[in-house]
């Protein structure tokens, strides 16, 4: 089933690997963005199933920022994220708090049957996170 996956990332490069793996092979609709401060304006309009983002964009920690104002949003709050960022002891001392939000974490240099799985892993958690609330 098609899903629509949202992937910010400042490195060009970065961005069209996720779009070659995953609306080329895996078959998902991708959108690709560089972090802009109205990054949760787009979110809202295009109302991702999934999103992908790096934490870090230059030198500054804005994607994290980003990150916590989604939680935070009740609009957006319940949007699988999946943090990819190479700060492995960065991510590693926040796990506490990506394990209590449900952030997924996908290290690079990242393999890319390790991307799909956790990818597949956060869509389907979505899925059954709208059913629950449905319901």
């Not at 959108?31 to 979110?43: A, G, I, R």
């Amino acid at each position: 089933m098609t899903k629509c996956i949202m992937v910010i990332n400042d490195t060009q490069e970065i961005l069209e690997l996720f779009r070659e793996i995953l609306q080329e092979e895996a078959g998902h609709e991708v959108h690709l963005f560089s972090f802009e401060p109205q990054m949760l304006d787009h979110v809202k309009e295009i109302r991702p199933d999934l999103i992908i983002s790096d934490h870090v964009f230059g030198e500054e920690k804005i994607g994290w920022q980003f990150i916590q104002r989604l939680k935070m949003d009740r609009d957006t709050a319940n949007i699988p994220v999946i943090v990819c960022s190479g700060a492995i002891k960065e991510l590693k001392e926040m796990e506490g708090y990506l394990t209590q939000k449900n952030i997924g974490v996908l290290y690079k240099p990242f393999d890319i049957d390790e991307l799909l799985n956790l990818v597949e892993l956060k869509l389907r958690e979505g899925i059954a996170r709208e059913y629950e609330r449905e319901a």
